[in-house]
Antibody, heavy 114, light 110 residues
Framework: QVQLVQSGSELSKPGASVKISCRASGYTFTKYSIHWVRQAPGTGLEWMGWINTKTGSPTSALGFTGRFVFSLDTSVSTTYLEITNLKADDTAVYFC???????WGQGTLVAVSS | QAVVTQEPSLTVSPGGTVTLTCASSTGAVTSGHYPYWFQQKPGQAPRTLIYDTANRHSWTPARFSGSLLGGRAALTLSGAQPEDEADYYCLLSYDGSRWVFGGGTKVTVL
């Protein structure tokens, strides 16, 4: 069956970087794009962007350019979200998803604190 | 960037009907926005209920239906159950490449 499995929680300091993974299984990886969604504590969902898994081309929402980088490794059916120069308000749960197909990762908590 | 607006909260009686709406700051919502609807319960990942305006997934209860209503996307819950108490989010596509979530609607079944 289709699964999106994300890497575990991260606790980091301001200014550091984190790289979250989202491993896909149960389907042909390059057939569907992967979207990333952020949810800060007690707030709603924010669409961050998506990556074309066939071409590797990323598209970011305004507000998620520069420090937020989408990448992939087709050899292991995995997409990545790297966040550089972490700030306290990056603290959130990050989800990968194939929203149209209805498949979501379990979410990865990134906590940024000095 | 477009702003997508939903009702912050709605209350429905058990067995009752409630309609959630999703409006775009750029004008009328159309099928070209490919409206999606998601349900999220505390501590859980979102669950996709409706895609492309009105299509249900196999796991979507028949009491949920999607439509376009008065220039907005709409999610109607008919015959509300206690387990339908959750946050609901719409997602709209702009130019097929960028997407925007609404702020979410907290539905209380009371």
């Amino acid at each position: 069956q289709v699964q999106l499995v994300q890497s575990g929680s991260e606790l980091s300091k301001p200014g550091a970087s984190v790289k979250i993974s989202c491993r896909a299984s149960g389907y042909t990886f390059t057939k569907y794009s992967i979207h990333w969604v952020r949810q800060a504590p007690g707030t709603g969902l924010e669409w961050m962007g998506w990556i074309n898994t066939k071409t590797g081309s990323p598209t970011s929402a305004l507000g998620f350019t520069g420090r937020f980088v989408f990448s992939l490794d087709t050899s292991v059916s995995t997409t990545y979200l790297e966040i550089t120069n972490l700030k306290a308000d990056d603290t959130a749960v990050y989800f990968c998803s194939r929203p149209g197909s209805g498949f979501w990762g379990q979410g990865t908590l990134v906590a940024v604190s000095s | 960037q477009a702003v997508v607006t939903q009702e912050p909260s709605l209350t429905v009686s058990p067995g009752g009907t409630v309609t959630l709406t999703c409006a775009s700051s750029t004008g009328a919502v159309t099928s070209g926005h490919y409206p999606y609807w998601f349900q999220q319960k505390p501590g859980q990942a979102p669950r996709t209920l409706i895609y492309d305006t009105a299509n249900r997934h196999s796991w979507t209860p028949a009491r949920f239906s999607g439509s376009l209503l008065g220039g907005r996307a709409a999610l109607t819950l008919s015959g509300a159950q206690p387990e339908d108490e959750a946050d609901y989010y719409c997602l709209l596509s702009y130019d097929g490449s960028r997407w925007v979530f609404g702020g979410g609607t907290k539905v209380t079944v009371l």
